[in-house]
C-alpha cells in the first residue's frame, strides 16, 4: 500500500519511460542499428520476473541484457534481429532502474524500468508470541525503516533497521498480545508505506501437553492458560461434547484453568475452547496399556463356605485407577454364569445371599475377577478359584455344636454362682 506521493512518482515514471520507448530514445553505436526494447512490464519488484523483447539488433547474433550494468541474461537474435529474454529482477533500491541489451556489433538498445519497495510476511496466520520475519525489498539502500502494528509502534529484531546496498532487510518480531483477529503490518521509509494483513490467532499453552503420541492417564490434571480470547467474555471448557468448566476472561484476553481429565475408553478424545468467538479443539489421547491381572487370595481353593461367602484378591495399581469385574459360574468353561458384578472398586467382595446359587444342583462353583481401568482398558482373568457350598448337614452341625457351646457356659456360671453360697 502507498501514500498518494507514492502513486503520483508512479504515474510519472511510467509517463517517462513510455515517452522513452515510443520516441526511441535508445542508445546507438557507431553501427547506425537504433536497438529497442519492450518491457512486460514497467513498474517491477525485487524477485519478479521481468520479460524483455528487442527488436532491430544485428541479425543472428548473441546478445547480452545488463541490468544497471549488472550481466542478467545472455541469448541471440533471430534472423529479422529480434530477440525475447527474461531474468528475474535482482535486489535493488527503490526508485528508476535501466535495461539495456547490447549485441556482437555493440548496438545497444535501453529503457527504464521503475522499482517499488515491497513487504513479505513469513506468515500469513499466527499465534499471539509466536514469531514473524517481515523481508523487505525495493527500499531506498542506507535509510531507516520503522515498523508498525495497525498504527501500534511493533517491536522488532534489530531495533535499529537500515535498508541495505540493495533496498533490502529482515527482521523478526513476536505476534504482539491482543485479542485474536486481523491487524496490518507496516513498514514505513519517509513518505512510503507498505503494508500487509496478519491473522493473529489465540495462544494456547497446556501443560501436560496433550496430542497424538501424548498420552494420559485417566485423572490428569491439565493446566491451561490462554492469550488473545474475547476480552471480559468466558471461555467454556468442553471434553467430548461435554462442559467441565466455565472460566472467566479478564480485559487482556487472557485466562488460566484447571480440569481433570474424566475416565473414558483409551482412545483420542476431544478437548475444547471456545468463547464465542474463538473455538479451539484439541485431542486428548488416553492410554491404552491394560493393567495386571488380580491374584485372587481367599477363599482357599476347594472350601466349603457358607454365607456370607467372602471372596479377596490383591490389589492392582494403575494411574489412571481401577475397578473390577467378577464373576461366578457353575463350569470351569465360565459358560453358566451364576452372577456377575461390575464396578466394584476394593479388592474383595462379601457375598449374603444368591438364589441361582442356592438352587444350582453343581457340587462345585467356580470364581474369577479382573481388573478394569479409568480409560477403559482391561487385564485378563485371574486364575480360576474353587468353592463348595456348604451342605444342610454341616450348617446343622454347626449350629448343634454352638448351642451345645453355649448350654455347657450357662450350666459352668449357674455352678460357679451356687458354690459361692
Do not use: C
Not at 500500500?1 to 515517452?19: C, F, P, Q, R
Amino acid at each position: 500500500m502507498k501514500m498518494k506521493k507514492d502513486y503520483i512518482i508512479k504515474l510519472i515514471a511510467t509517463l517517462v519511460i513510455s515517452g522513452v520507448l515510443f520516441f526511441g530514445s535508445a542508445t546507438v553505436n557507431k553501427a547506425a542499428l537504433e536497438g529497442q526494447l519492450y518491457f512486460s512490464d514497467v513498474i517491477i519488484k525485487v524477485g519478479t520476473k521481468l520479460t524483455v523483447y528487442g527488436q532491430n539488433f544485428l541479425r543472428q547474433s548473441n546478445v547480452k541484457l545488463f541490468y544497471d550494468d549488472q550481466e542478467v541474461a545472455l541469448g541471440a537474435t533471430n534472423q529479422l534481429g529480434e530477440f525475447t529474454l527474461s531474468f528475474i529482477i535482482p535486489p535493488s533500491g527503490r526508485g528508476l532502474h535501466a535495461v539495456k541489451a547490447i549485441d556482437a556489433d555493440y548496438n545497444m538498445g535501453s529503457g527504464l524500468v521503475l522499482m517499488e519497495s515491497w513487504i513479505e510476511l513469513s506468515e500469513n496466520e499466527a499465534a499471539i508470541g509466536e514469531t514473524v520475519n517481515i523481508r523487505g525489498t525495493g527500499f531506498t539502500p542506507l535509510t531507516s525503516v520503522s515498523f508498525y502494528y495497525s498504527d501500534t509502534p511493533l517491536i522488532v529484531t534489530p531495533s535499529i533497521v537500515k535498508a541495505d546496498l540493495t533496498g533490502s532487510f529482515s527482521v523478526n518480531f513476536a505476534v504482539p498480545e491482543r485479542f485474536a483477529g486481523v491487524y496490518l503490518v507496516e513498514v514505513r521509509q519517509g513518505d512510503y508505506i507498505n503494508s500487509q494483513s496478519l491473522k493473529a490467532n489465540v495462544w494456547l499453552d497446556i501443560n501436560p501437553e496433550i496430542g497424538l503420541g501424548k498420552a494420559l492417564d485417566v485423572g490428569t490434571e491439565l493446566n491451561i492458560h490462554g492469550k488473545g480470547f474475547k476480552p471480559n467474555g468466558q471461555v467454556d471448557l468442553r471434553y467430548d461434547g461435554v462442559s467441565l468448566l466455565v472460566v472467566n476472561i479478564d480485559d487482556k484476553g487472557t485466562f488460566s484453568a484447571q480440569v481433570v481429565i474424566p475416565a473414558g475408553a483409551g482412545t483420542s478424545h476431544s478437548l475444547t475452547l471456545d468463547d464465542g468467538q474463538n473455538r479451539i479443539v484439541r485431542e486428548v489421547w488416553l492410554e491404552n496399556t491394560s493393567p495386571s491381572a488380580p491374584v485372587i487370595t481367599l477363599p482357599a481353593s476347594g472350601e466349603a463356605l457358607s454365607y456370607p461367602f467372602t471372596f479377596g484378591w490383591e490389589g492392582v495399581n494403575d494411574a489412571s485407577g481401577v475397578e473390577y469385574v467378577f464373576q461366578i459360574a457353575s463350569d470351569s468353561g465360565f459358560g453358566s454364569i451364576l452372577l456377575e458384578i461390575k464396578g466394584i472398586k476394593v479388592s474383595q467382595y462379601i457375598l449374603t445371599d444368591n438364589e441361582d446359587i442356592n438352587n444350582s444342583p453343581a457340587a462345585s462353583f467356580y470364581w474369577r475377577v479382573k481388573a478394569v481401568d479409568g480409560a477403559g482398558n482391561e487385564s485378563g482373568w485371574s486364575e480360576t478359584g474353587v468353592f463348595d457350598k456348604a451342605s444342610l448337614v454341616q450348617n446343622l452341625g454347626l449350629v448343634v455344636g454352638v448351642g451345645a457351646g453355649l448350654v455347657a457356659i450357662i450350666l459352668f456360671m449357674w455352678w460357679a454362682i451356687r458354690n459361692r453360697r
